[in-house]
């Protein structure tokens, strides 16, 4: 199962992008053992609205361009609901299983996404109830899917 993460805003050269990418990159080459490759990270500009529906209406908009028919959508939404890693790789892997052929997890906008686009994702998560910086979600995030492709081979990356 091909997985793509789609994000609204750029990351900027620094530390923050050279850890994510050192992430990501371990979750590319861990992945495929497990059947779960690594499609790459698509950026959007922000959603230029007057308002904030009309921003994450933009925003939904972009994101629903690039998901393929069929394809899972997962948003990262601080109303979504909070797993172990477990459980995520576990759901992860229940999606690759039941023949998915693609995944696109969403990181939103300074806004958030909308209700229209939480309604029609498969699976909406949190990473806590706290705010955290664009930079940092995307770092969180590649260190998730790496630990979703080690606990999915039973590697001892992961230890509980």
Same mark, same amino acid.
């Given at each position: 199962?091909?997985?793509? =993460?789609?994000?609204?805003? #750029?990351?900027? /050269?620094?530390?923050?992008? *050279? %850890?994510?990418? +050192? ?26 609205g ?23 959508? =997962?948003?990262?939404?601080? #109303?979504?609901? /909070?797993?172990?890693?477990? *459980? %995520?790789?576990? +759901? ?57 492709a ?6 001892p990356?992961?230890?509980?």
């Amino acid at each position: 199962m091909k997985l793509i =993460v789609h994000a609204v805003g #750029r990351m900027k /050269s620094g530390p923050e992008k *050279e %850890l994510g990418d +050192r992430y990501y990159e371990r979750f590319a080459r861990s992945g495929p053992a497990v059947g779960l490759e690594f499609g790459g990270i698509t950026e959007i500009p922000e959603g230029r609205g007057q308002t904030v529906e009309e921003r994450q209406r933009e925003e939904g908009q972009k994101l629903l361009a690039h998901v393929q028919t069929g394809a899972a959508l =997962v948003l990262l939404d601080e #109303r979504g609901r /909070s797993f172990s890693s477990e *459980e %995520l790789a576990r +759901r992860i892997g229940a999606m690759r299983d039941n023949g998915r052929k693609a995944l696109v997890v969403a990181i939103g906008g300074p806004d958030g996404h909308g209700e229209a686009l939480r309604n029609e994702a498969e699976l909406v998560i949190s990473f806590g109830a706290l705010t955290w910086p664009h930079q940092l979600v995307r770092v969180m995030l590649g260190e998730q899917l790496y630990r979703v492709a080690t606990i999915l081979a039973g590697h001892p990356y992961h230890r509980a």
